[in-house]
């Protein structure tokens, strides 16, 4: 059972360009998460989905970021016209459950988004 | 302010015990977990506690958690220079499926 498996590892992008973040969670799970983690700085919420429907998106600023988690593939985080404040690592975690019950929550290895 | 907080740095001995301590604020925490991040990858869950749990010990981790004080620590005993990573504590609120993290603790545990 292959774990979170989160693509490209790393990725550049220019000032105005858009970046796709793909995560596919563990074989079995359904609750999908992303979080950023800016330099030095912990991991900040963004969204978190379930299949086909965004259950909470209060981390997720509100121009140019959406993310997806269609019934089939994996999930998408899109984000247009990228900045240099975009510059992070983005982590996916996924669990078979809500996490609210204890349930853990798989990580991906991350994407290194670079804007330059 | 930050929820969570975390010193940031602790240096150890190979062979010593080292203790990681973390703060948190909101009193509605079901679940705090300790995550371990190794340069480059991913975060690995080490351990979590109910809160109305006050210790757990699972081998050379053990989870001390003072819910008046909303204090946790982590100590990691006979550390070896592989528990070099930066370690973070994390909150599950109650009716939240989302952790809030600390900003991580690094910890060097030198020969």
């Known amino acids: 059972n292959a774990g979170v498996m989160q693509n490209p590892r790393h990725l550049v992008r220019r000032r105005g360009q858009e970046a796709r973040l793909r995560c596919s969670p563990m074989?079995?799970?359904?609750?999908v998460y992303w979080y950023r983690q800016l330099p030095e700085e912990g991991l900040k919420f963004m969204v978190y989905?379930?299949?086909?429907?965004?259950?909470?998106e209060s981390g997720m600023p509100k121009e140019r970021f959406s993310a997806e988690f269609p019934k089939e593939g994996p999930s998408i985080l899109r984000i247009q016209q990228v900045v240099r404040g975009d510059s992070a690592a983005y982590f996916c975690?996924?669990?078979?459950?809500?996490?609210?019950?204890?349930?853990?929550?798989?990580f991906g290895q991350g994407t290194r988004l670079t804007v330059v | 302010g930050e929820d969570v907080e975390q010193s940031l740095f602790l240096s150890v001995r190979e062979g010593d015990s080292s203790v990681i301590n973390c703060t948190y604020t909101?009193?509605?925490?079901?679940?705090l977990y300790w995550y371990k991040q190794e340069p480059g990858a991913g975060l690995q869950l080490l351990t979590y506690?109910?809160?109305?749990?006050d210790m757990k010990q699972d081998q050379r981790l053990t989870v001390l958690l003072n819910k008046k004080d909303k204090h946790l620590s982590l100590r990691i005993a006979d550390t070896q220079t592989g528990d070099s990573a930066i370690y973070f504590c994390?909150?599950?609120?109650?009716?939240?499926?989302?952790?809030?993290f600390g900003k991580g603790t690094m910890l060097l545990v030198s020969p």
């Open positions: 975690a996924s669990s078979p459950g809500a996490t609210g019950e204890g349930t853990e929550a798989f």
């Open positions: 074989k079995g799970h359904s609750h």
């Open positions: 989905l379930q299949k086909e429907n965004i259950i909470d």
């Open positions: 909101d009193s509605s925490s079901t679940y």
């Open positions: 506690i109910f809160s109305n749990m």
């Open positions: 994390a909150e599950n609120l109650s009716g939240y499926s989302t952790l809030t």
